[in-house]
Nanobody, 127 residues
Framework: QGQLVESGGGSVQAGGSLRLSCAAS????????MAWFRQAPGKEREGVAA????????NYADSVKGRFTISKDNAKNTLYLEMNSLKPEDTAMYSC????????????????????WGQGTQVTVSS
């Protein structure tokens, strides 16, 4: 069994930056497929960034390409999301997700791929 705990959310002005962290815990819990999702009020949860840690292959939603960077520190078993040039439309609850996988996912933003989810951390961007 494993757990995911996010941190790093907060309130920033448009154009600012935040770094989210997602610590994975559990003696043998080292998932190779991990992702960040977000859900804004009244909207469906959407995939933002995903990583296959064995090769460091990444995927990004079009809305965040060039602004967000996903990475993982395997030694710390912690996932990160570096968010720059934040916009008000980035306001949402951000959650990390994880799953053991082989070769990565063909559709890394499919929520059904992931069995492990964190509680989320709120990001609010004001104009």
């Amino acid at each position: 069994q494993g757990q995911l705990v996010e941190s790093g959310g907060g309130s920033v002005q448009a154009g600012g930056s935040l770094r989210l962290s997602c610590a994975a815990s559990g003696s043998t819990f080292r998932p190779s497929c991990m992702a960040w999702f977000r859900q804004a009020p009244g909207k469906e949860r959407e995939g933002v960034a995903a990583i296959y840690t064995n090769t460091a292959r990444t995927n990004y939603a079009d809305s965040v390409k060039g602004r967000f960077t996903i990475s993982k520190d395997n030694a710390k078993n912690t996932l990160y999301l570096e968010m720059n040039s934040l916009k008000p439309e980035d306001t949402a609850m951000y959650s990390c997700a994880a799953q053991a996988c082989v070769g990565g996912f063909n559709y890394p933003f499919a929520r059904s791929n992931y069995n492990y989810w964190g509680q989320g951390t709120q990001v609010t961007v004001s104009s």
